[in-house]
């Protein structure tokens, strides 16, 4: 049986068009935001909006590069993050009342000084953790990126990633 995440995995992927870096993003951060909302054990709703989260996170990386002649700035993703998000959602048939709460998520999963929810924090150290893993920050930047984890889960693996680069 194909459930709605399923199916808006699929479509994510099929969207980046075999993108090797961003196919292989989502699938990561995916299953990272899973893990470390099961270890939160954050309700079965909850779970289903932050894998969806998960999922469409960066999904207006490749549109705005190609509406915005290369440029997929933080600002300009935000902007864009929204409609491409719902449309994603929608045809993947998830809750009308789930829409807003995963829009918000993506919108805000860059925000790492403000005030966060648990879902942001959990989808935050995944996307975190993933990005270290492809890119191993310096020691300023490994520092700033420390003191943004929360969860035990997320600390641990993270703490595993830096360990590894030295
Ligand atoms: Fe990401």
Redesign the pocket.
């Known amino acids: 049986m194909i459930n709605n995440e399923t199916y808006l995995l699929y479509s994510a992927l099929c969207y980046e068009e075999g993108h090797c870096r961003r196919t292989q ?1 989502i699938l990561k ?1 995916y299953a990272l935001a899973k893990l470390l909302g099961e270890q939160e054990k954050i309700s079965t709703e909850d779970q289903q909006i932050l894998q969806a989260a998960a999922i469409l ?2 999904i207006a990386i490749k549109y705005c590069k190609k509406h915005y002649n290369g440029d997929a700035s933080q600002e300009k993703q935000k902007k864009e993050a929204s409609h491409l998000v719902q449309e994603f959602l929608q045809e993947a048939n998830y809750l009308p009342s789930y829409i807003p709460k995963i829009v918000d998520l993506v919108s805000k ?1 860059h925000d790492y000084r403000k005030e966060k929810s648990k879902l942001l924090q959990i989808l935050i150290e995944a ?1 975190l953790i ?2 270290c893993y492809e890119n191993q920050p310096d020691y300023k930047k490994s520092k700033f990126i420390k003191d943004i984890f929360q969860t035990t889960g997320g600390k641990k693996l993270l703490e595993l990633c830096l360990e590894e680069g030295i």
């Open positions: 993003h951060v996170h960066d999963h996307d993933v990005n």
